[in-house]
């Protein structure tokens, strides 16, 4: 009897459990910051942005700014990155760095996903694809911007989607920073290393989808990264397909990357990008 009742217990608890995981996963993934939250004035940021406003396919407003490269003319050839930001926050908190990719000859065309910044709607991951797919179709399709100019810039939880659609459109090269294998993989890590990941309904499969790609990509990971450990971008590094280089930045932790990478970092991001400009995405 006591033997009934135990598995009963257990199998109440964890269906308690499994329900729980559902309910709060979506507040465990995304963190964003509504518009007005952040500054708002590009010029306080130190960078000159265009504000742009595009179209998801689902029909959400979703809010970006545009800021090109300085040193050379407008659509001149140079390389553009399409920036997929990390979980938390809005685009505000990434200008200071795209900024800084900008003085090195990089346009960047940064957005929200989603219920960030002043983006319409609610995050999901299915909204995360959606979104950079809307992103891309707008600096292809209505900016201009050849395929063979774009690299995709992924960062932590912005790796998803932009090896996502690294399997799926034109484009240079791809540049993964902080990446993680999964979202299973994470799981296992948010919940103190109980082997939970099975209850999530969230995927991210990057190591499923980096090796499916033929692009040129680099890896960027800092060694110290109490976030998204280390361990897990080499592991996306080795089940990435060739032609692939893998930067590890010493003493960079998950939000310090630019500050501690430094000339390091923005001449890896630099000379990558207008070498698969100049080979046409090939090499």
Same mark, same amino acid.
């Given at each position: ?25 979506? *507040? ?43 040193? %050379?003319?407008?659509? *001149? =050839? ?8 990390? #979980?938390?926050? #809005?685009? +505000?908190? &990434? ?7 900008? &003085? ?12 960030? %910044? ?21 600096? +292809?399709?209505?900016?201009? @911007? ?20 690294? $399997? ?5 090269? $791809?540049?993964? !920073?902080?990446?993680? $294998? ?14 939970? %990941? ?9 190591? $499923? ?12 990971? %800092? /060694?110290?990264? +109490?976030? @998204? ?6 592991? !996306? ?17 998950? #939000? /310090? ?5 430094? +000339? ?8 990558? *990008? ?7 995405? =090939?090499?």
């Amino acid at each position: 009897m006591r033997l009934v009742q135990a598995i009963a217990f257990i199998f109440v608890a964890f269906l308690i459990l499994a329900v729980l995981v559902r309910f709060l996963e979506r *507040s465990f993934i995304f963190f964003p910051l509504r518009y007005p939250a952040g500054v708002w004035d590009p010029a306080l940021l130190g960078v000159e942005a265009e504000e742009v406003w595009f179209e998801a396919a689902d029909g959400a407003a979703l809010h970006g700014w545009w800021i090109e490269a300085q040193g %050379g003319a407008p659509d *001149s =050839g140079s390389p553009v990155l399409l920036w997929s930001h990390g #979980n938390a926050g #809005n685009l +505000t908190h &990434r200008a200071p760095h795209a900024g800084a990719l900008a &003085r090195q000859g990089l346009s960047v065309f940064l957005f929200d996903y989603r219920g960030y %910044g002043r983006s319409e709607g609610r995050p999901s991951e299915e909204g995360l694809y959606l979104d950079s797919e809307a992103a891309y179709a707008y600096l +292809t399709e209505e900016r201009g @911007v050849s395929p063979e100019r774009l690299i995709l810039l992924g960062v932590s939880l912005g790796c998803a989607p932009a090896s996502r659609l690294a $399997t799926r459109v034109e484009h240079a090269g $791809t540049i993964l !920073v902080s990446p993680f $294998t999964s979202a299973k993989v994470m799981a296992r890590r948010m919940f103190f290393g109980l082997p939970l %990941g099975f209850l999530a309904a969230s995927e991210f499969p990057v190591a $499923t989808w980096v090796a499916s790609r033929s692009r040129p990509l680099l890896v960027i990971h %800092g /060694n110290v990264d +109490t976030v @998204v450990p280390f361990k897990l971008g080499q592991e !996306v590094y080795a089940a990435a397909a060739e032609p692939k280089q893998f930067l590890s930045l010493p003493g960079a932790g998950h #939000n /310090n990357i630019l500050a501690m990478g430094g +000339t390091r970092y923005l001449d890896a991001v630099q000379e990558f *990008s207008d070498r698969c400009v100049a080979a046409g995405g =090939g090499a």
